[in-house]
């Protein structure tokens, strides 16, 4: 998350509309006017067989939708799941299967692919973990598929599957995107899956909610800075991205705070964004490197990326 | 921290003050007349040597003093020490020195002694941690002095050191005090050398303060329930408490920012506490959970046992 | 395993007969003469409902057999499951269920009991952390049922469940059995299960056998220094062990493979032995801090201490 | 280790001499005739300053001293320090000289390349982690010289650095040569060095000797199989590797054992070959996963790797 936060910090910063989110659903949720559309952004949403876990898909069409949402053109899955975070056996099958089914979705038949999957992130870090947490739980096949033959990945109808946990920036001074693309470029697959924590708006979500996407990982918006985005064109090759938040920036959760609490007093909204901005100048700096996270996180990491390690071997193999 | 921590949180719900911290000298700041004195409490500030390193004494010295503070009597000493949570060497070696000499000055001769060394707190969950990762790292004797004999003790100038991680009442059905309990009354120390990480009310506190008690561990304040307190009433014998601020709640944060906002803003001290009280009912649900931590906490944690360890070593062997 | 190791591998070199190993059955088949009686020793053999799981009971009755076998006294079932050190979830829940089941055979009803799990071993030495990986995935209940009371108990039928893993002596400077009996004086369980990894003779055995003993841990033998034995008469109530054997101590592999070589080359048993002895003056210095283990150690010390541990769990609670 | 040592094996056992280590060191100490020359084969040695250091160098000058060797032209330097296991600081730091200054002698000014260094091995099996815990605890640069520009590289003397820990094929899917071909290709270094758990013949090397070599990592030999090699040739960069011996294959164990007790049995040197020979075929199988580690491999491998870190990072900065 590292190097590419920070660029998507930035980015939104500049914005006029300050939601500092990764997650589609919380961005198009912003909009306070629920049922005015905005123009370009489609949002459908289905109950998923009653287990408590709610699918809402957001497409943005077009480029005129791209600029109202920061997002690039492309599908957003969230799959919503309180229960996410413990430790219920069955309910974790449940979340595990409902993902393999959107993934299948998404993607189509993984078996015939070549894939890859990429779990970004720091192995030290807990909340920022699930890349490489997600990569240590695969059924990797591709070494297998070259040692016993095409006849063996036939008869146990394997998807070609490598992985590799990229490390930091911080940690081995090579951004993402230039060890994805040596790897790429030697192994030629059809199709990345990137791994990674993300960072939510509000704590509800955190550990609660899987979103996944075709737009690959674009800090700040779809529109300028693509430097470090990774996405089918950057990488040359199919994008996916699969992401959790797992961390609420320390500044958002306080300004958000705030926000309700001066609407709720009465102010107006031009008092309070002058009120905000003010408050926004002296916190950045105290709060630059604190974020919020929930107490079990150590626990809750372990869960939720065995769960997704547990739907992508599902497509995979069998 | 665990189960002490909320014992903690409801005691100071219950006071009139809410200052949601462990350190003694946050209490004392709180009091914004620096200058004016409070009866029973007394504070003295030093520098150590130009390090950068400061250090503060708070004495609380009687029951009117301690119902100020919400903290039992006895002696607080404060290390502050901005570089205490970063991997330079030799200002680690400086912090851990005076850590040394400080606890050699509360203590008298450490090698004479017979210690237990309790490190309290969740080895899972990263910032509560310190404790068991200065276990961790710790030379203990006691075993060496029952096999080679009050010899090899005196040749070698050796304290009697044991060391336990107790762990948290969620993973062992026991609270800390029945264990250190049973432990001591089968190996008799004579003092108890607790280590647990703190919350701290300030941000910057966090992984750059060390505080040092002779009152042990007490949730709450000195009056009212003691039943956990690990102490020298509770423990029959001589108890110090070492402790680093690793979190701060995350309601605590956004409480101490909508005050100095309010204040800031020009509303009177009244208005801003029913505002505070107003938004305290309302987010205590939603932040129960949650904390804020710095994003290096995993790094920080290995940097500031390791430090803590070697000035306990230091005032046992050699 | 540290201490105990070494006085019961001290123990093993003064007696006549050397089989460096904690299992019983292992001994038991040593005597070439499989179906030659030993007085006071009955084994019986059943096969576990054709899962390729085998279940071996050693029963010693008496002084004499206790002699021969180097044992003290007691009851020694032994749980035979190649696939135990594998990850086939199916295969690992029917080793838990048997597991589960000759626990409830030798103790009878679980949950009408107190209990105290005592995970023994190095967290940091991975063929030695069984006991604390255990301890890690227990479901403890001795503190929810002081807070909620007997009803709550009734109602979720639960064993009032109370775990700690105690450390070696070298982190602590205390023996197990001191810790133990502290924190049994002051919890008063009915029954201490302890866990620890144990040492094999054969290969084959490691990460493949569980034994289950109501004699407890008694390094040496039922003869002679009880010192650190932990069972019913040094810690006062009642105590079961479960083990696994995760490593073969380097010289007793070697001593094994010269006398199967030798033997098969035709040497009589006279200089095999006499070969042996002069074998083992040389080698026992270079080896003594050696030991042979699986290269999948890591992960099979995860997968059999979650089986143990849901073992556990399945005779304690629903 | 994984996969290039099953290579290596293999190739070791198809050649007459059968000595399965890594360390050319080793090999040559095989030749039991200490002083007789072998032809295209330098060996020299040296004391390190008094401190219990040795330093040999081996020098492999052409195809007949590989042939000889089984082990390809180029320079092996062996720092041997029996306290490199141990955590004696001070004595750490004079180990970490000492290697510091052989990779200046073999490499040149390190401060003027750009360097890639990777971790292979396993990070979840303690004695095949060294590769990754050494890049743990490396200071990388390249990404701070991009951003700060060539003169911050000037000023602070950097080597331009950077770091990738590649992990093994059974968790990746990749061989490590195609990851690192590829991240050569985007990155451009001027240098890679390897750092890789080794396997020796004598216990006694484990955890206390240091291989450095010119020539990479050759799995078997400098004829034959080159696919799998990491050197000049493959990688089309300058390739070093930094080695240290953590495991003894159990059979190497077991066979040299037998050899040496038959040899001072006065068996024949004949009689010998063809008694080894019949045990290697019983015992391939059931010893295939085992192997021989040090009772502290897990404190070894933390300090050893904490102690190759500082002297890389110390050719590199300051």
Redesign the interface.
């Known amino acids: 998350m590292d190097q590419q936060e920070k660029g998507r910090m930035r980015m939104q910063a500049e914005q006029g509309r300050s939601v500092r989110t990764d997650l589609a659903l919380e961005v198009r949720e912003s909009f306070r006017e629920d049922d005015v559309e905005i123009n370009g952004v489609v949002l459908e949403r289905e109950k998923a067989g009653g287990k408590g876990i709610d699918i809402s898909r957001v497409v943005i069409q077009n480029e005129e939708g791209a600029k109202a949402m920061g997002k690039p053109v492309g599908t957003y899955i969230t799959i919503e799941a309180p229960g996410l975070k413990e430790s219920d056996e069955s309910y974790q099958e449940s979340i595990s299967k409902e993902l393999a089914k959107q993934l299948r979705k998404l993607c189509g038949n993984l078996k015939e692919k070549q894939i890859l999957i990429a779990g970004l992130g720091n192995r ?3 909340p920022d973990a699930l890349g490489p947490f997600v ?2 739980n ?1 059924f ?5 598929i070259r040692e016993f033959g095409p006849e063996f990945r036939k008869k146990h109808k394997l998807a070609n ?5 990229v ?1 930091v ?7 993402s995107i ?2 994805l ?7 030629r697959p059809d199709l990345v899956i990137v791994i990674d924590a993300l960072a939510a708006r509000s ?2 979500r ?1 550990n609660t909610t899987i979103q996944i996407t075709d737009t690959g990982i674009c800090p700040g918006s779809g529109i300028g800075n693509n430097r470090q985005a990774l996405n089918r064109e950057s990488l040359g090759t199919e994008v996916v991205a699969i992401g959790v938040p797992t961390v609420v920036d ?1 500044s958002t ?2 300004g958000d ?2 926000e309700q ?1 001066l609407s ?2 009465g102010f107006s909204r031009e008092e309070t964004q002058r ?1 905000l901005e ?2 926004r100048r002296n ?1 950045e700096e ?2 630059a ?11 809750a990491m372990k869960q939720i990326s065995y769960t997704i390690s547990e739907a992508l071997n599902d497509c995979f193999a069998g």
């Open positions: 030290a870090a807990t990569v240590d695969l990797v096949t591709r070494h297998l599957v490598s992985a590799v946990a490390g920036m911080g940690q081995t001074g090579m951004e230039e060890i693309r040596g790897i790429i470029g030697e192994t704590t509800e955190l320390a959760i306080v705070y705030l609490s709720a007093q009120f003010e408050v916190r105290s709060f490197n604190l974020f919020v996270t929930p107490k079990n996180i150590d626990e």
